[in-house]
């Protein structure tokens, strides 16, 4: 009879555990909220130890900034995907949000929003990635726009005017109850119809 002994753990590289690591804490951030996001949290998420966390994060600021980054840039890439007329790709972006699949990071911004107040490179990091969706939804108009999709409107206040919307449909994300009915529901295909001068229900 012979036998067999265990093969040893393998060690991931330091860029995977890292990246591990930011996956966690970006998965607690939504989930949980910012202020859920310790070094022991993410250990245990991981079945680690929490000082493996400190090797890679030795401030717990930098790991929550970051892992905001990490969940904003992934939510992006599903706001706003690459294929599809603009017309089809604002109204997947309309959609995914009064659907209801964005209120994780609805309630991600919201909390990052208030937290900024007291953390000045958590304002600096969100104002950054508040441009950075800025910017994706404005080349949209100005791609919808160009081929006649949209009217000749000022794609910057029309950017900023959908945004408001946005924001303003996301600040009742912590509420028990749909306190508005339709008129919440369909708030920001109402306002972007508006806004580009589009038919009422042409973005539905």
């Not at 945004?163 to 303003?168: C, L, N, S």
């Amino acid at each position: 009879m012979t036998s067999s002994t265990p093969s040893p753990r393998s060690r991931k590289r330091p860029e995977e555990r890292r990246e591990e690591i930011l996956g966690a804490a970006a998965d607690i951030a939504l989930e949980e909220g910012i202020e859920r996001i310790t070094l022991r949290a993410v250990a245990d998420r991981l079945g680690v130890r929490p000082g493996l966390i400190t090797h890679y994060f030795p401030a717990a600021e930098d790991l929550v900034i970051e892992a905001f980054t990490r969940a904003a840039e992934v939510e992006r890439e599903r706001f706003f995907p690459a294929a599809g007329t603009p017309v089809e790709r604002l109204v997947h972006f309309i959609r995914y949000i009064e659907s209801g699949t964005s209120a994780p990071l609805a309630r991600l911004w919201l909390n990052a929003r208030h937290l900024s107040r007291f953390s000045e490179p958590l304002r600096v990091v969100l104002d950054e990635q508040d441009a950075l969706d800025r910017e994706r939804l404005l080349a949209l108009l100005r791609e919808g726009v160009a081929a006649g999709e949209f009217g000749e409107v000022d794609v910057e206040v029309v950017c900023a005017r959908i945004f408001i919307a946005v924001d303003g449909s996301g600040s009742y994300v912590n509420s028990g109850a749909d306190l508005l009915g339709e008129a919440h529901a369909r708030f920001i295909s109402d306002v972007a119809e508006w806004a580009l001068g589009m038919p009422s229900g042409a973005l539905r």
